[in-house]
């Protein structure tokens, strides 16, 4: 009797949900996931990238969870390990010429500096000597709260950009074992027309194709031409302007410029005449051009439809918005949306 009591009220065609409820619990697991989105949406992307090589590893392994256990793995010692690595690189590089840069009170103090060992070859800017170097611990008694906050930021900072990894590894790592099936969950229960789901989710692809490949993957290429050049002509923190230039390249045509151009100036004034002339003629007549044959060749196979200016200025729009991930959000908000007036657009036509 109880049994046949709590069926009606525990069938499916009794449940009834509010959808306020609905709405409700959906806002609050958005909330769960908004800290690491930017990590989440990266990691399908590039899983995304390669699920074409989950067939043949599937055939080779037996299963699909081991092909995708196999490509997370590769892609953690392709990608993951060698940025840490050079992320290591560039925190002791760039407190390095942070500190030249600080002590520098004129332009072209900065400008040699970028070009010049510490200390060499420098006059001060200043009659006034500059003070001794103090110890750390020194620099912790006398500014211990300042110290405390930083270290607290620092702290903050590392562990977000850990737990990030990993969320990063485990995203791939379910897109490439359980993809198909969790596109057709969402697809079922998207509370969009099946049709909308379709078109925003190509949309949502085609932005990530199109970041990864087309801009950063041109960019990419600029910048590790520029560091081999920075490390040839002995350049102090390649690595530093190396990342300058990846960062500057999302700027169409003359972004790199605004890195290589000071590094020429720098060496002109330092008296390295021909080393100028050198950067000079290889940010004009390589870096310039790479980008100019590089993103047209990547734009065959992650075409974003959106052109490069708007590009840009949704990103910088995002950075604003939301710091560093909207390098991330803007593009895509923007790909998204106009996606969406295009579809409302055919809805509206007979």
Do not use: C
């Not at 299963?63 to 390990?81: C, E, H, Q």
């Not at 992320?87 to 760039?94: G, P, Y």
């Not at 530093?240 to 060496?267: K, N, Q, Y």
């Not at 990103?315 to 923007?334: E, N, T």
């Amino acid at each position: 009797m109880a049994d046949e009591a709590r069926g009606p009220t525990t069938s499916t065609a009794a449940v009834r949900v509010p959808p306020w409820l609905v709405f409700g619990l959906l806002a609050a697991a958005a909330l769960v996931l908004v800290p690491y989105w930017a990590w989440i949406v990266v990691a399908v992307w590039i899983a995304d990238l390669g699920r074409r090589l989950i067939p043949p590893l599937t055939r080779l392994t037996g299963r699909r969870r081991r092909a995708a256990a196999v490509l997370t793995v590769a892609l953690l010692s392709v990608v993951v390990v060698p940025a840490l690595l050079l992320a290591t690189s560039l925190v002791v590089d760039a407190i390095a010429l942070g500190q030249r840069l600080a002590a520098s009170a004129q332009v072209r103090a900065v400008l040699e500096s970028l070009v010049t060992d510490a200390g060499a070859g420098v006059a001060p800017a200043a009659a006034t000597p500059a003070p001794a170097a103090q110890s750390p611990l020194d620099l912790l008694v006398a500014h211990g709260a300042q110290a405390w906050t930083v270290l607290a930021l620092l702290a903050s900072a590392a562990t977000h950009a850990v737990i990030g990894l990993v969320v990063f590894i485990a995203s791939a790592y379910v897109v490439l074992a359980d993809g198909p099936d969790a596109y057709a969950w969402l697809e079922r229960h998207a509370p969009v027309p099946r049709e909308v789901f379709r078109r925003l989710a190509a949309a949502f692809l085609e932005t990530g194709h199109g970041l990864v490949i087309g801009v950063f993957g041109a960019g990419l290429v600029q910048a590790a031409l520029a560091t081999i050049f920075y490390v040839a002509i002995d350049v102090p923190q390649p690595f530093v302007l190396g990342l300058l230039t990846l960062l500057a390249s999302v700027v169409p045509a003359i972004g790199t410029s605004f890195v290589w151009l000071p590094v020429a100036a720098g060496l002109a004034l330092t008296g390295r005449t021909d080393a100028a002339i050198a950067m000079g003629a290889f940010g004009l007549l390589v870096i310039g051009t790479v980008d100019n044959l590089v993103r047209p060749w990547l734009a065959r196979w992650a075409h974003l439809a959106l052109p490069a200016p708007v590009i840009m200025i949704a990103m910088f729009g995002g950075i604003s918005l939301v710091g560093p991930s909207g390098l991330i959000l803007g593009p895509l908000a923007l790909r998204l949306a106009k996606e969406a007036l295009v579809i409302a657009r055919e809805q509206r036509e007979p």
